[in-house]
T-cell receptor, first 113, second 114 residues
């Protein structure tokens, strides 16, 4: 199955700083690369995704970059705000493990005012 | 409103007492899946279903059963719960492409097995 590693496991930044979370995967056939945000007491929710034919995608303060050769993709959050504090997960999909989905272990992001 | 619902949201039970956690989605999604979330381990897939009457094991299926008799419902059954099944459980659904599309998650069910 897919091996997924997410780093760092915790990230603490000051408001206004940038944050970067990296996700490394093993299945070279993976072609869908989403990031989910989980706020306290809620289920994860998609914040941005990218497909394998695109190298970068931006949506206001968040962006995702993909390096298919090296098999990793990253979440970038600029001008962080306290409401960005949450747990973030990657979950590369569409690979050879049809139907199976492996999530990264999560990154706890804390943005200090 | 498009959503995934789970019931109950909180459950305390005792070892060996059979329980069912229900999951329902109103988005006409073919793909549904169950996950458990434990501290430091992220979300681990228990079972998934590509469509009605089609189910398969995820990474941690031991001790769980599922069924998919209707497209909108995907209940999770614990025939004989044990304390190591104490966890936070999430149901999710997505369109036909399954893992190639956005997963829509329910609000979670927190289970404590004594």
């Amino acid at each position: 199955g897919e091996n997924v590693e997410q780093h760092p496991s915790t990230l603490s930044v000051q408001e206004g700083d940038s944050a970067v979370i990296k996700c490394t995967y093993s299945d070279s056939a993976s072609n869908y690369f989403p990031w989910y945000k989980q706020e306290l007491g809620k289920g994860p929710q998609l914040i941005i995704d990218i497909r394998s034919n695109v190298g970068e995608k931006k949506d206001q303060r968040i962006a995702v970059t993909l390096n298919k050769t090296a098999k990793h993709f990253s979440l970038h959050i600029t001008e962080t705000q306290p409401e960005d504090s949450a747990v973030y997960f990657c979950a590369p999909g569409g690979g050879t493990s049809y139907g199976k989905l492996t999530f990264g272990q999560g990154t706890i992001l804390t943005v200090h005012p | 409103e498009a959503q995934v619902t789970q019931n109950p949201r909180y459950l305390i039970t005792v070892t060996g007492k059979k329980l069912t956690v229900t999951c329902s989605q109103n988005m006409n999604h073919e793909y549904m899946s169950w996950y458990r979330q434990d501290p430091g381990l992220g979300l681990r897939q228990i079972y998934y279903s590509m469509n009605v009457e089609v189910t398969d094991k995820g990474d941690v299926p031991e001790g769980y059963k599922v069924s998919r008799k209707e497209k909108r419902n995907f209940p999770l059954i614990l025939e004989s719960p044990s304390p190591n099944q104490t966890s936070l459980y999430f149901c999710a659904s997505s369109t036909t492409s399954g893992t190639q599309e956005t997963q829509y998650f329910g609000p979670g069910t927190r289970l404590l097995v004594l």
